[in-house]
């Protein structure tokens, strides 16, 4: 069975991340006392680098890092997994795991069933929308369209973003996909309610080097109009992930064939050093 070759996304120094079987890479180190953190980790201000733009592009930067600085490295049909230091790909279901077994437990080869092209997380389902939440802050959605106010079961991706991240900013980002992909794209975000979320996946290099190539495309363009743009809080600062965390899934969705996989989030104390 293919090996997985790992990369974990970190933006902290934790102590069991020492002990796994993976590359980790460190995001945001424009901004870093490197010497704090071991000189094995990978730092995404080197080489070809976008470390500056962390602060908007959260893990972006350490994923064009890794496709820009390692895919050299590998073959085309090589399988790479993509995992944060709070979420990794595991063997099975992710009971009784925690940070000192998680090395034992890691996806170290890919499964038997060889029907699919990419191991996924379960899609979140957008739905069940509170009133005061889209009154407090969907004011122009339901003025455009009242029907909402009575149907908050299920909220498309669209409206989502309109909510968390600004209002139409999804869809002025969308205008400047390419012909490729721009209508079926906005079709995507305003009739689906559910999306593959956390830009973590297993696949093979063909098809994440095409992935990257599309999104860092798109969202270089999109700097050009969100930059003019105050993004402050949450829901904004990071406004280029929360697109390519969009972007990520329609992209799986169109192109590649599917099988979602457990992961384990680590939700317990971890320490730093």
């Known amino acids: 069975m293919p090996i997985i070759n790992h990369f974990c996304i970190t933006s902290k120094n934790y102590q069991f991340l020492h002990n796994l079987n993976l590359e980790v890479i460190l995001s945001g180190s424009d ?103 889209l009154i407090k802050k969907g004011f122009k959605n ?54 593959y979320p956390l830009q973590i996946f297993v696949s093979q290099k063909k098809y994440i080097n095409k992935l990257y190539e599309k999104t860092f495309e798109w969202i270089f363009k999109c700097e050009q109009i969100f930059s003019k743009i105050e993004l402050k809080g949450y829901g904004k600062e990071r406004i280029y992930d929360f697109l390519a965390e969009r972007y990520f899934s329609f992209y799986f969705e169109k192109n590649l064939k599917i099988k979602t996989w457990p992961y384990i989030l680590l939700e317990e104390t971890l320490y730093e050093i």
């Open 142 to 195: 339901y003025i455009k369209s009242p029907s909402i106010l009575f149907n908050r079961r299920t909220i498309s991706i669209n409206l989502h973003f309109d909510l968390f991240h600004g209002y139409n900013f999804l869809n002025k980002a969308a205008d400047l996909l390419d012909n490729e992909d721009k209508e079926d794209f906005k079709q995507y975000i305003s009739n689906m309610y559910s999306f």
């Open 31 to 133: 901004d870093k006392d490197l010497s704090k953190f071991p000189n094995s980790w990978h730092k995404d201000n080197s080489g070809i680098n976008i470390s500056e733009k962390n602060k908007h592009f959260g893990t972006l930067s350490s994923h064009y890092w890794i496709w820009k600085n390692k895919f050299n490295y590998f073959a085309d049909n090589d399988w790479i997994g993509i995992n944060h230091y709070r979420r990794f790909w595991v063997k099975g279901e992710p009971y009784n795991i925690d940070s000192n077994n998680l090395k034992e437990n890691m996806l170290l080869s890919i499964p038997d069933d060889n029907n699919f092209e990419i191991l996924l997380p379960d899609k979140i389902i957008l739905k069940d929308l509170k009133l005061s939440k």
